[in-house]
């Protein structure tokens, strides 16, 4: 007997995400629900390559009897129903910001702190981390468990899908606007995404910084250690899919750059693209349909007397939202919920996706 659960946001781009994974790695489900706004009621959902789901409301949904909620349908939204959920015998797993930095909360990402689900009882709620965080954490682990991370400086190039649908639509209709020389109207940017780099993904903060950078430091630290220092510049880019980061990174002790090719080598989730020539590493473009975090440029940072610089690459809407709350899924219940299928996946190892 398997597990009933509800995807909520089931039509964006996330949710379609997590449904599409699902059904990749056989999760052990009896039933699957998807879940969206009233605007949503009857619209079809793709489960799998043969099944078509019926969006359902969530407003009138009743959780009794849902044992996993999936959830990426925005922090208000989240903010309302998830306690409803978890009251009524749910575990959500949430992929908005809203429940990330509340102390109670487990933030997970399976590769680096696995261990953290565990407290999802405190609340029937456990938060999936920011696109961009998770990516960056999952290269990091393997290098601070080898010589401990003082201090990581790092430059996204954030694709538009990260900002929903109709961002990616805003990229597509810019682009072709500037072909035929008609007007560029931002809408979902501050300013022209097409052919363009925009240093400002979220709101500012009174330091000067915005909510995208602060999240990648705060998540950082309650994920991996709160003794390290991270500054973040987060920018969009003109790319549908796929998130680039440039890291730059200072340990306490000495770390050569084989080692922590070696050590990345051996990590869970990552593969190691790194060579010192013409098409020697991989781009968002690449990574996109993928789901490992690739890491690459390895190399020793001369400026500080311990420190190394790399280029880490994910698709953002699999690793960075839907495989990273899958996965999460898969541990819970494999070895929370008492694993109601003997075959239930209990490893964190992404399926592998490769498109050569």
């Keep these: 007997m398997g597990f009933k659960v509800a995807v909520v946001g089931a039509t964006g781009n996330v949710g379609r995400e997590i449904l599409t994974t699902l059904a990749e790695r056989d999760f052990p489900a009896d039933?699957?629900?998807?879940?969206?706004?009233?605007?949503?009621?009857?619209?079809?959902?793709?489960?799998g390559e043969d099944d078509i789901l019926k969006v359902e409301c969530l407003d009138t949904y009743d959780f009794h009897g849902t044992d996993i909620v999936l959830s990426s349908p925005g922090s208000r939204v989240?903010?309302?129903?998830?306690?409803?959920?978890?009251?009524?015998?749910?575990v959500v797993i949430d992929n908005t910001s809203h429940f990330r930095m509340e102390p109670d909360v487990p933030?997970?990402?399976?590769?680096?702190?696995?261990?953290?689900?565990?407290?999802?009882?405190?609340?029937?709620?456990i938060a999936n981390p920011n696109c961009s965080t998770i990516q960056l954490v999952v290269a990091l682990k393997p290098l601070h468990d080898l010589a401990r991370i003082k201090r990581v400086v790092v430059a996204t190039y954030q694709s538009t899908s990260g900002a929903g649908r109709a961002a990616m639509d805003e990229l597509f209709?810019?682009?072709?606007?500037?072909?035929?020389?008609?007007?560029?109207?931002?809408?979902?940017?501050?300013?022209?995404?097409?052919?363009?780099?925009?240093?400002?993904?979220?709101?500012?903060?009174?330091?000067?910084?915005t909510k995208e950078e602060w999240k990648m430091a705060v998540e950082t630290r309650k994920i991996l250690d709160p003794d390290i220092a991270v500054t973040a510049t987060c920018v969009r880019i003109p790319v549908f899919i796929g998130h680039g980061e440039a890291v730059n990174v200072e340990f306490e002790r000495p770390l050569s750059e084989e080692m922590a090719r070696t050590a990345l080598r051996r990590a869970p989730g990552v593969t190691v693209v790194d060579h010192r020539a013409d098409e020697g590493y991989v781009t968002p473009a690449e990574a996109a349909g993928e789901d490992e975090?690739?890491?690459?440029?390895?190399?020793?940072?001369?400026?500080?007397?311990?420190?190394?610089?790399?280029?880490?690459?994910?698709?953002?809407?699999?690793?960075?939202?839907?495989?990273?709350?899958?996965?999460?899924?898969e541990l819970l219940a494999n070895d929370y919920l008492g694993g109601k299928r003997a075959s239930a996946p209990s490893n964190i190892e992404p399926l592998r996706r490769r498109t050569g």
Excluded at 32 to 43: H, N, Q
Excluded at 107 to 125: A, Q, W
Excluded at 196 to 204: L, M, Q
């Design 173 to 209: 209709n810019q682009t072709r606007a500037i072909y035929v020389n008609d007007p560029i109207k931002p809408e979902q940017f501050t300013k022209q995404i097409a052919f363009n780099a925009i240093p400002h993904i979220d709101v500012f903060m009174d330091d000067g910084s």
């Design 31 to 47: 039933k699957v629900v998807a879940l969206a706004s009233s605007r949503s009621i009857g619209k079809e959902v793709s489960f």
């Design 293 to 329: 975090v690739y890491v690459g440029r390895i190399r020793r940072d001369p400026t500080v007397p311990y420190g190394l610089s790399m280029w880490v690459v994910a698709d953002n809407l699999r690793k960075g939202a839907a495989l990273n709350a899958v996965q999460i899924a």
């Design 107 to 125: 933030l997970v990402v399976p590769e680096v702190n696995p261990k953290t689900i565990g407290d999802y009882h405190k609340r029937n709620i």
């Design 78 to 90: 989240s903010a309302q129903f998830a306690p409803r959920a978890a009251k009524a015998g749910a």
